[in-house]
C-alpha cells in the first residue's frame, strides 16, 4: 500500500466508527448525545457505572486470604494434635483450588453471559460457602477440617471470580466515568479494599476474641468466618442495578470467539501478566497466610492477642503502598510501576534475609521491614497487574484473559504456600525472604520484555483494533448484546482491515 493511500490512527478510528452504535463519537440519540443508544439513556448509563465502580466487593478476597491468618494460629493451639502443617496447607489451600477454578469458570462466564451474571453468581457463592464453613462439623475432628476445606473451596470459587468479574467490570465503568483518572479509581476500588481485607481480618480477630475469650477459641474462628459472609452482601444491591457495561454491550462475542486468533493476537502479553502474576502471588499469598506463624515465632512468650496485635501493624505498614502505586501509575507509567515495587522484593528481602537473626532479635524491627516489603509487593505488581490485565485485552476477551493471569497467579500462591514450609525447614527462615528477592529480580525482567506499556487510553481503542484484526483475518460474526449488537466488520472498510493485519 502507497504512502498516499495509508492514513492517520485518528483517520482510521474516526471512519471504522461510521454508523456503528456504541463507538466512540458515534451519537445514537441527538437530544441525549451522550446516550450509548436509543434504549439505554446517559443517566441510567452513568448511574450503572457509578454503581459498578462503588461496588468494590473484593474486599471479601482480602478478607478471606488474611482470615486464615490469625485462624492457623488459632487452630494450632485449640487441636495441636489434628491441625499438623499438612492439615494446615489442606485448608490454607483449598481457598486457593477454588479460586483458580473459579477465575477461569468465571472470566469465560463473564465474557460469554456478562458482567452482572457473573458478579451476582460470585457473591452467592461466597456467602454460601463462608455459611458452610462456619458450620463447620463432623464426627471426628478431621472430619470437620475436611468439612472446613470444602468450604473454604467454595468461598474460594467465588473470591477469585471476583477478580475477572468485578475488576473488569469496575475498569470499563471507571473508562466511561472518568476516563483520565481510570487507574487511579480502579486501584482505589480494587487493591485497596483487598489489601484492607489483611488488616480488616485482624482488626474482627482482637475483637471477637476480647469479646469471647481465650478459652472459647472455637467460638472465636466460627465467628470471623461467619462475619466474611456479610461483606458481599453490602454490594450486593448495587450489584442488582448494574447495567452491562457500554464497551461490553457492543464488544462481546458470546458465539465462535476465534481463540487462535486471541492468542496469536495477545500471546506476549498474556506471557507477561501471567508470569508477572505468578511470581507476585509466589511471594505475597504465604507471605500472608503464615506471617502470623512467622511473627509468633519471633515474637517471645507472644500470646495469641499479642501476636494479632503485631500482624495488624504488619497490615497497616503494608497498606501505603497501594495510595503511593495509586498515585505512581499516571506519573510514571504502569510498568514502571511495576517494576519499582518488584525492586522493593529485592532490596527488602535481602536485608531481612541476610540479616536475619540481627533484625529478628528486633521485633518492632523486624515488623517495620516485613511490612515495607509487603508494601511494595502492593505499590508495584499489586496495584498494577489487575490494573494491567484489564486494560491489556479486548472487552470480548477482557474476563477470559484477566481470569487466566489471576489463575496463574493462584497457582503460583499455591506453589509457594507448599513450598513455604520446605524452605524453612530445609534451607532456614532466612531463605524464604532471600527467594522474594530472587523473585523480584524475576519480576522485573518478566515485566520489562513482556508486559504492554499501557498508557490509560480509551479501552474502546484497543476494542476496535482487535476488531479490526479479527475482520482482516476472515472472522466473521455478531460483536455485542443487547442495543449495542452489530456485524463485527460493521464500520470497518476493507482497506482499514488490511492496515490492521500489516499493523502486526
Given at each position: 500500500m502507497s504512502d498516499s493511500e495509508r492514513i492517520s490512527d485518528e483517520e482510521f478510528m474516526a471512519s471504522s466508527h461510521e454508523k456503528v452504535a456504541g463507538a466512540p463519537g458515534v451519537v445514537a440519540v441527538p437530544e441525549d448525545p451522550e446516550a450509548p443508544s436509543k434504549l439505554v439513556s446517559s443517566a441510567k448509563q452513568r448511574m450503572s457505572d457509578l454503581f459498578t465502580i462503588v461496588s468494590f466487593a473484593l474486599i471479601s478476597d482480602g478478607y478471606q486470604n488474611n482470615l486464615m491468618t490469625m485462624t492457623n494460629v488459632v487452630l494450632r493451639k485449640e487441636y495441636a494434635a489434628q491441625y499438623t502443617s499438612a492439615v494446615s496447607t489442606q485448608v490454607s489451600n483449598a481457598l486457593l483450588v477454588g479460586e483458580i477454578i473459579g477465575q477461569i469458570v468465571i472470566g469465560l462466564t463473564c465474557d460469554y453471559l456478562g458482567r452482572k451474571v457473573a458478579?451476582?453468581?460470585?457473591?452467592?457463592?461466597?456467602?454460601?460457602?463462608?455459611?458452610?464453613?462456619?458450620?463447620?462439623?463432623?464426627?471426628?475432628?478431621?472430619?470437620?477440617?475436611?468439612?472446613?476445606?470444602?468450604?473454604r473451596g467454595i468461598v474460594g470459587f467465588g473470591t477469585g471470580g471476583e477478580y475477572p468479574a468485578s475488576s473488569t467490570s469496575a475498569s470499563e465503568a471507571a473508562n466511561e466515568y472518568t476516563l483520565k483518572q481510570r487507574g487511579p479509581v480502579f486501584i482505589l476500588v480494587t487493591n485497596l479494599p483487598l489489601s484492607f481485607g489483611g488488616p480488616l481480618a485482624v482488626i474482627v480477630f482482637l475483637i471477637v476474641i476480647s469479646a469471647?475469650?481465650?478459652?472459647?477459641?472455637?467460638?472465636?474462628?466460627?465467628?470471623?468466618?461467619?462475619?466474611?459472609?456479610?461483606?458481599?452482601?453490602?454490594?450486593?444491591?448495587?450489584?442488582?442495578?448494574?447495567?452491562?457495561?457500554?464497551?461490553?454491550?457492543?464488544?462481546?462475542?458470546?458465539?465462535?470467539?476465534?481463540?487462535?486468533?486471541?492468542?496469536?493476537?495477545?500471546?506476549?502479553?498474556?506471557?507477561?501478566?501471567?508470569?508477572?502474576?505468578?511470581?507476585?502471588?509466589?511471594v505475597t499469598f504465604p507471605n500472608g497466610v503464615f506471617s502470623g506463624v512467622i511473627i509468633s515465632s519471633v515474637v517471645p512468650n507472644g500470646s495469641i492477642v499479642n501476636t494479632a496485635e503485631w500482624q495488624l501493624l504488619l497490615g497497616s505498614i503494608a497498606l501505603p503502598g497501594v495510595l503511593i502505586g495509586a498515585w505512581l501509575c499516571n506519573r510514571i507509567g504502569r510498568?514502571?510501576?511495576?517494576?519499582?515495587?518488584?525492586?522493593?522484593?529485592?532490596?527488602?528481602?535481602?536485608?531481612?534475609?541476610?540479616?536475619?537473626?540481627?533484625i529478628t532479635s528486633i521485633v518492632p524491627l523486624f515488623v517495620v521491614f516485613y511490612g515495607l516489603m509487603l508494601s511494595s509487593g502492593n505499590l508495584g505488581p499489586g496495584d498494577m497487574l489487575g490494573l494491567l490485565s484489564s486494560e491489556s485485552y479486548a472487552t470480548a476477551v477482557r474476563g477470559t484473559c484477566y481470569g487466566i493471569s489471576?489463575?496463574?497467579?493462584?497457582?503460583?500462591?499455591a506453589v509457594g504456600t507448599e513450598a513455604f514450609t520446605p524452605i524453612q525447614n530445609n534451607l532456614g527462615k532466612r531463605w524464604t525472604f532471600i527467594v522474594a528477592a530472587i523473585c523480584g529480580v524475576a519480576g522485573i525482567l518478566v515485566t520489562k520484555f513482556f508486559v504492554k506499556d499501557v498508557k490509560g487510553d480509551d479501552l474502546a481503542n484497543e476494542d476496535e483494533a482487535f476488531r479490526a484484526y479479527l475482520v482482516a483475518h476472515g472472522w466473521e460474526g455478531e460483536m455485542g448484546e443487547d442495543d449495542l449488537k452489530a456485524l463485527a466488520d460493521a464500520g470497518i472498510?476493507?482497506?482499514?482491515?488490511?492496515?490492521?493485519?500489516?499493523?502486526?
Open positions: 458478579i451476582v453468581t460470585t457473591t452467592a457463592m461466597i456467602v454460601i460457602g463462608g455459611i458452610l464453613a462456619t458450620a463447620s462439623n463432623g464426627t471426628t475432628i478431621l472430619g470437620m477440617f475436611w468439612m472446613m476445606t470444602i468450604s469471647a475469650g481465650q478459652t472459647r477459641l472455637s467460638t472465636v474462628w466460627r465467628v470471623c468466618f461467619g462475619i466474611g459472609c456479610l461483606l458481599p452482601l453490602t454490594v450486593f444491591y448495587f450489584r442488582l442495578r448494574m447495567l452491562n457495561s457500554k464497551l461490553y454491550r457492543r464488544g462481546a462475542i458470546k458465539r465462535r470467539v476465534p481463540y487462535f486468533l486471541v492468542l496469536k493476537y495477545y500471546w506476549k502479553s498474556l506471557i507477561g501478566t501471567c508470569g508477572a502474576w505468578f511470581l507476585y502471588d509466589f510498568k514502571n510501576t511495576m517494576m519499582l515495587g518488584f525492586s522493593g522484593y529485592l532490596v527488602f528481602g535481602l536485608i531481612i534475609g541476610c540479616a536475619y537473626n540481627q489471576a489463575a496463574l497467579g493462584k497457582t503460583g500462591a472498510p476493507p482497506a482499514h482491515a488490511l492496515i490492521a493485519e500489516e499493523k502486526q
